[in-house]
Antibody
Framework: EVQLVESGGGPVNPGGSLRLSCAAS????????MNWVRQAPGKGLEWVSS????????HYAESVKGRFTISRDNAKESVWLQLNNLRVEDTAIYYC????????????????????WGRGTLVTVSS | DIQMTQSPSSLSASVGDSVTITCQAS??????LNWYQQIPGKAPKLLIY???NLEAGVPSRFSGDGYGAEYSLTISSLQPEDAGTYYC???????????FGPGTKVEIK
């Protein structure tokens, strides 16, 4: 079964840090760009970050650039999101999502369709 | 930045009805438009990619159409399990230009 499982969320003070994890199974992890997408309570979806199969192409939303860092380990079939200098407005469910089309070293497909999602992990930033 | 709007923001319809949700971009997005369904408490699910392609395993009552800056999602015969919020999402081939619409909440009468 194709599956993504997030963990690492929780309460944190403004200015604090958290490291989110996403464990993948059931598909060839090392062939797919991975993403983080978040959803503030009662709000819509916001793409946060992506990392290509070989970690060469990494992108961030402007709202998190300089504060969040994405990484992956294909041997461990995992992707992480390091959240630093957290703000109240970062409070959200953070979903791990797989890009639909496969890529390979040096190539990140230009289409951004997310076909597999995890159940999410909640980050609450509050004093 | 490309802005996305959806209409209606919510709708209520009966089982068997045909419903259509529209998504308007602030500029031509050349069919780079996806549709997702989110059931309360669950992760989003990809229904339609690149404007009109049905994702594997998605019932054929879902269909997508459109071009340029205006797109639509139609559910041809609404079922009880279709209740939820539907989001459009545009992307550009320039990395990082990914925007979701505000969502349309679908309720079953």
């Amino acid at each position: 079964e194709v599956q993504l499982v997030e963990s690492g969320g929780g309460p944190v003070n403004p200015g604090g840090s958290l490291r989110l994890s996403c464990a993948a199974s059931g598909f060839s992890f090392d062939y797919y760009t991975m993403n983080w997408v978040r959803q503030a309570p009662g709000k819509g979806l916001e793409w946060v970050s992506s990392i290509s199969v070989d970690s060469y192409y990494i992108h961030y939303a402007e709202s998190v650039k300089g504060r969040f860092t994405i990484s992956r380990d294909n041997a461990k079939e995992s992707v992480w999101l390091q959240l630093n200098n957290l703000r109240v407005e970062d409070t959200a469910i953070y979903y791990c999502a797989k890009k639909r089309r496969l890529g390979y070293s040096g190539y990140d497909p230009p289409d951004w369709n997310f076909d597999v999602w995890g159940r999410g992990t909640l980050v609450t930033v509050s004093s | 930045d490309i802005q996305m709007t959806q209409s209606p923001s919510s709708l209520s319809a009966s089982v068997g009805d045909s419903v259509t949700i529209t998504c308007q971009a602030s500029q031509d997005i050349t069919n780079y438009l996806n549709w997702y369904q989110q059931i309360p408490g669950k992760a989003p699910k990809l229904l339609i990619y690149d404007a009109s392609n049905l994702e594997a395993g998605v019932p054929s009552r879902f269909s997508g159409d459109g071009y340029g800056a205006e797109y639509s999602l139609t559910i041809s015969s609404l079922q009880p399990e279709d209740a939820g919020t539907y989001y459009c999402q545009q992307y550009d081939t320039v990395p990082g230009i990914i925007t979701f619409g505000p969502g349309t909440k679908v309720e079953i009468k």
